[in-house]
Every structure is written in C-alpha cells, then in structure tokens.
C-alpha cells in the first residue's frame, strides 16, 4: 500500500462512524482474502465515502482486478471517487449510483470472484437471490453487519446456509463478517 493510500485511509477512519465504514480488521482481512484467492473481478454494494472500496482496490491493484461499486448516496459515491482520485486508484473502479438490488439485477451481467455485501441489512437477502448467480464457483460472498444487525439479516443468514452451494462462517471481527464460500454451481 502507498503512503497516500494509507494516509487518506488513517483520515477517513477518524470519521468511520459517520460514514458507516467497515471496521479497519474486517477491511484488512477483506484485502488479504482478495490476494490469497487472486481476486480478480469483485462487487461491492455500499461505497458510501469509499473506505472499504480502497482498501479492495488496493488489493486489487496487486491482484491486476476491478471493482464494481454500487450506492444510492451519490454525494457519499462522490466523495469515494475523490478518494480514489487522491490515491490513484481510478482505473480500478468503476462506480454506478443507484439501488443496489436493481443495479445488480438490470445492469450487472460479469460473474465475480467476490461479492462484498454491505448495503441495507434489511435486503441482504434480496442482494443474495441476484448476486448468487454471477458468484463463480470458488468465489465467496462477504456480508458485513452480521452480528450487529443480526434480526435484519436472519432471512440472508438462512438464504445463504439453505442454498446448498456455499459453505458458510461467521467471523469473529467486529460487528460480525459472514464468509459463504461458493464450492459448486
Ligand atoms: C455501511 S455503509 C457502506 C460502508 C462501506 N462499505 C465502507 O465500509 O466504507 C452502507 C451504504 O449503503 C448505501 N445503501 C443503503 N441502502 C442502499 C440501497 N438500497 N442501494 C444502494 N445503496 C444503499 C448507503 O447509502 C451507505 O452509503
């Protein structure tokens, strides 16, 4: 990571609660994961100012990946591409405003390597029934909040346990990651 990466990072974790940012561990471990698998095409939803975008499009500019990035909050997305301006991280993103169910389910036609969930805890679920599908077969799906916000998201943790090809854990980092690794189609 270069040393503006990590100084806009080290900013935006000053104001992480206002922007609802994913906690520095859960980041890092996102980050780890995408160079262990050598991510190469990964989904997010919910940019918000871009913290966690980065720290995945670092790793994937290590990877030679991209990201997709989707929120409705476009003065939030807007901030995540100054962000990504500051860091040179540009090329690696692309950025789409709008709802990230309808986005994904209208406009989304790649498959992923990873699928990082972290928009609204109530749709988790919705989000799962159109990104199964483009998640390739040793791919995994990422979902933040977990713990935290664990009545809104029981419909997902059922979805995704029940669905047959994903092997499912909840991490111990804060606020509660769940790992659902797809093993077959
Ligand atoms: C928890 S924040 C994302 C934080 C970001 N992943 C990070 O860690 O830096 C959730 C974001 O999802 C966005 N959001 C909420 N509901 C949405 C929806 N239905 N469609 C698109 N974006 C949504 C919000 O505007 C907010 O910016």
Known sequence: MDSKTIDVLSNLEVTAEKFWNVSRQSANFISMLIKIMNAKN????????????????DALKETGGHLTTIDFWEKRQCIA???FEICGLSD???????SAYDVVKNEINENFDLVFIDANKGEYVKYFEVV?????????????NITSHYEKV????????NNGCYQVQILDLPDGLLMGYKYQE
Do not use: Q
């Open 81 to 83: 591409r100054e962000n």
């Open 154 to 161: 029981i419909p997902f943790i059922d979805a995704i346990t």
């Open 92 to 98: 690696i993103a692309t950025f789409k405003i709008g």
């Open 42 to 57: 990964v989904l997010e939803l919910g940019t918000s100012n871009g913290y966690s975008s980065l720290w995945i499009a």
């Open 132 to 144: 199964h599908p483009l998640v390739k077969k040793g791919g995994v799906i990422l979902a933040d």
